[in-house]
């Protein structure tokens, strides 16, 4: 009962973090603060998906956060490309 408690806190708390990110995300001054505002969104999903893996009986979705976190790191680093482009 409080594991699941605290699981649900957890996701609540990450959804909060997303408020911020969404703010930079529209109204942030530079590309990269719009890709870091992306990128925390992502990671944030991530995060939720393994929470939820952890509270449902899905073995799934330990498969599915493997591979967004594989994606979400590609992503990463072709972000960081781009905005790097951009600057010379």
């Known amino acids: ?3 699941t408690l605290v699981l649900d806190v957890l996701l609540v708390v990450l ?3 997303l408020l ?9 001054p530079t590309p990269s603060d719009r890709a870091m505002a992306a990128d925390h969104g992502f ?9 939820l893996a952890v509270r ?3 073995p799934a979705l330990l498969d599915v956060v493997l591979v967004a976190t ?16 951009r600057r010379s």
């Open 56 to 58: 449902l009986p899905t």
């Open 43 to 51: 990671f944030v999903l991530v995060a939720a998906l393994a929470l």
């Open 15 to 17: 959804a909060l973090s």
């Open 70 to 85: 594989l994606v979400g790191f590609l992503a990463t680093v072709t972000l960081a490309r781009l905005v790097d482009r």
């Open 1 to 3: 009962m409080t594991s």
């Open 20 to 28: 911020p990110a969404v703010w930079r995300m529209l109204v942030g």
